[in-house]
């Protein structure tokens, strides 16, 4: 079983950035697709971007619109969301979570405890 902690939220003005980060306890890790998703108040949560294995395949929602970047460091167990150009809109509780290849969160079996990122508006 894998145990997921996210870092690196915070309140930010419209335009910045921030760099979250996932650290990932468990000696399987690499050999699971990572993601991150984001839960807003009153929304459902929803796939931000995912990252295979082995870094060969990425995927972005289409609103992250070049804003994002997933990446992740197997030696460190750990996963990346650099995000840029922060808008109010994305404001919310960012998850990580660890399982299948995929933006559905179905498709994931292992989940941190969520870390928040508010954009002032």
């Known amino acids: 079983q894998l145990q997921l902690v996210e870092s690196g939220g915070g309140l930010v003005q419209p335009g910045g950035s921030l760099n979250l980060s996932c650290s990932v306890s468990?000696?399987?890790?690499?050999?699971?697709?990572a993601a991150w998703f984001r839960q807003a108040i009153g929304k459902e949560r929803e796939g931000v971007s995912c990252?295979?294995?082995?870094?060969?395949?990425?995927k972005y929602a289409d609103f992250t619109k070049g804003r994002f970047t997933i990446s992740r460091d197997n030696t460190k167990n750990t996963v990346y969301l650099q995000m840029n150009n922060l808008k109010p809109e994305d404001t919310a509780v960012y998850y990580c979570?660890?399982?299948?290849?995929?933006?559905?969160?179905?498709?994931?079996?292992?989940w941190g405890q969520g870390t928040q990122v508010t954009v002032l508006s």
């Open positions: 979570a660890a399982g299948a290849y995929g933006l559905g969160s179905e498709m994931y079996s292992s």
């Open positions: 468990g000696s399987t890790f690499e050999y699971y697709s």
């Open positions: 990252i295979s294995s082995k870094s060969t395949h990425t």
